[in-house]
């Protein structure tokens, strides 16, 4: 199926530059430069703030860079393991996903530093601002859109801490389901085919906002939310930022031409910076996998259970 994606899609772009001054063998075996963009958000909006990608690193690579979205976020895990993308910008549990398939297939080498130099995000649960619901208590017997199956706070998180709480989802909700993405599963809420959603923000700055990253600030920068629509009713423990991921077999030197770029983003194409990574922020901070170990371990454990 993501094969179809990769050859079929209209939506994918080029750029043809100058080559950099490394060698030059390696375009032989890697003559396109693919990036997969998860599902969660609508497929224009994704292309149009990813663009800026294609002649950043199409310049400084020398040969052609596509934007593959994927609608949904196995789509990039797949063409991450089968070795039809190069890199991606991943979240955590489907970092971990790809890792616990293959822990040899990609490499973290980034995350987002937020406003306030923090390297970890929040999951919160919405609710109508109408409905008259204040807490999860009171969504006892109601229903509750995910986001997606992959998704770190959009699934994996609030599931987590649900239970933790004593709260079996199955059980305390009328249904939950899978909205379909993050922004997707907003939309529904808003409709009313759910009672409450949750999605990822930076935990920074004004909720009344959308705060200053994540998912409702990226719908309300593209006019597609008013946050005096939504309330928030929880917020989860701090979650590790996902990464920037690499195929871990890509050539030496389009391994150092990416992280170069990267670690000077913010700096030298800031407005790049802001529109990848869904808000403003300190840049992109090193990491290897250590850093999501906890996050494997739980997403280890949610398949050991649902088996």
Known sequence: MFRTLLLGTAAAVALVAAAPAFAQDWKQDLPVFRIGLLGGENEADRLRNNECLIEALGSRLGVPVELFPAPDYAGVMQGLLADQLEM????????????????????????????????????????????????????????????????????LVPRAELAQ???????????????????????AVLNGQYDAGVTWVSGIGEP????????LRRMIDNGLLDMADLRIIWESNLIPNGPAVLRKDIPAEVREIVVDYLATQHETDRDCYVSVSFGDGQGWAPVDHSFFEGVVSMRRAELAGSR
Not at 115 to 141: N, Q
Not at 165 to 187: K, L, M, P, W
Request: charged share 20%.
């Open 88 to 155: 991606s910008f991943l979240g955590a549990s489907s970092y971990a996903g790809i890792y616990l398939q293959d822990p040899e297939a990609v490499e973290p080498v980034f995350v987002g530093a937020e406003a306030d130099g923090s390297l970890g995000y929040k999951a919160v649960m919405y609710v109508r601002a109408d409905s008259g619901i204040t807490s999860i208590e009171e969504l006892e017997g109601r229903s509750l859109a995910y986001a997606d199956p992959n998704s770190t706070s959009g699934y």
């Open 165 to 187: 709480a004593g709260i079996n989802d199955e059980e305390y909700f009328s249904r939950t389901g899978f909205g379909g993405g993050h922004e997707q599963a907003v939309t």
């Open 208 to 215: 009344s906002e959308g705060y200053t990253r994540g998912n």
